[in-house]
């Protein structure tokens, strides 16, 4: 992973924040089916599997940050005003995340990824617009019109979501819109990107360590190596590696850009979800992926135009 210093949106092209994005959205995309495996080998819960990935995450890029060399000196800047953004990250890092583990215990990886990421963008873009100023201009709309339409059309053909499993989801949305938006306006305001990342994740360690504790930490019976193997992948790739080219990506587009950029993630944990996991394909999930990839190919257009 290269050194990857970011501030502000005019340091770098929009079509270089929409390949960081696309990766991203790739190694995300294999989050539910790792989490599922992990469910599967051993006797361990979605906090504590969310945790260890906070912690994992923060352990690898601290290491890394203390070893790589800056580009340029860094300025010391106070942390006061910062803290808020910071810390509001890292919140909500841990309601997405261990949220969307919990709605994939309960309705399965395909489902929960799409709902947490079909509505990412609707409330990103609300978010936009009323904290941030941003205007979606037509294409944006027409996307996360398109966005919502594949999303409607996917759990409105499915019978197999399960309610609990939706509220879970719509919740983990609601903390990836937290954290697109706080992310982005740290981002603006010249803030490194492994800052960031750093921040949220030992915020969302501290916030889940008390429920992890209760739920149980340690993985127990079954095949306990290959969960730990697992849950090390989701910290390694899924985070440590992802999360910094996220927030980077980020930076470099408008807001609700990069949420519905994150809909490669619900097409490929569904695409995971059958060929792995063995989930069953049905038309609404072809159809919903097929409108959402082509929401994600009209934002990207749009985005590179206006860069």
């Known amino acids: 992973m290269s050194t990857v210093l970011i501030a502000r949106p005019e340091s770098g092209s929009a079509r270089r924040g929409l390949a960081f994005l696309a990766v991203t959205g790739l190694a995300w995309g294999t989050t539910g089916a790792a989490a599922d ?42 942390l006061r005003p910062r803290l ?24 399965g990886v395909a489902v929960a990824t799409l709902l947490t990421l079909g509505s990412g963008p609707v409330l990103t873009a609300f978010g936009a617009r009323i904290w941030l100023g941003e205007r979606l201009g037509r294409g944006g709309v027409l996307a996360v019109a398109g966005a919502v339409t594949g999303l409607a059309v996917l759990v409105g053909g499915d019978a197999t979501v399960d309610p609990a499993g939706a509220v ?50 340690l993985p127990q019976g079954g095949e306990v190596w290959r969960a730990v193997a697992l849950m090390a992948y989701l910290a390694v790739f899924t985070t440590a590696v992802a999360y910094p080219l996220y927030f980077a990506g980020a930076a470099r587009v408008r807001a609700a850009t990069a949420s519905v950029m994150m809909l490669i993630e619900p097409c490929t944990a569904a695409v995971l979800a059958v060929v792995v996991l063995g ?28 860069g």
């Open 168 to 217: 879970l989801a719509a919740v983990s949305a609601a903390g990836y819109a937290a954290v697109t938006l706080l992310g982005r306006s740290a981002g603006q305001r010249g803030e490194d990107a492994f800052t960031i990342t750093l921040w949220s994740f030992g915020v969302g360690a501290l916030v889940l360590l008390a429920p992890a504790w209760f739920e149980g930490l």
């Open 279 to 306: 989930e069953p394909l049905t038309a609404a999930a072809v159809a919903g992926s097929v409108v959402l990839l082509g929401s994600i190919t009209a934002l990207a257009v749009a985005e590179s135009r206006r």
């Open 37 to 78: 495996l992990v469910y599967g080998a051993t006797d361990i819960g979605p906090t504590a599997v969310s945790f260890w990935r906070h912690l994992g995450g923060l352990v690898l890029l601290g290491a890394f940050c203390a070893l790589r060399r800056p580009v340029r000196p860094r300025e010391v800047r106070p």
């Open 84 to 107: 808020g953004r910071l810390v509001g990250a890292g919140v909500g890092m841990a309601v997405f995340q261990t949220a969307y583990f919990a709605s994939v215990e309960a309705t």
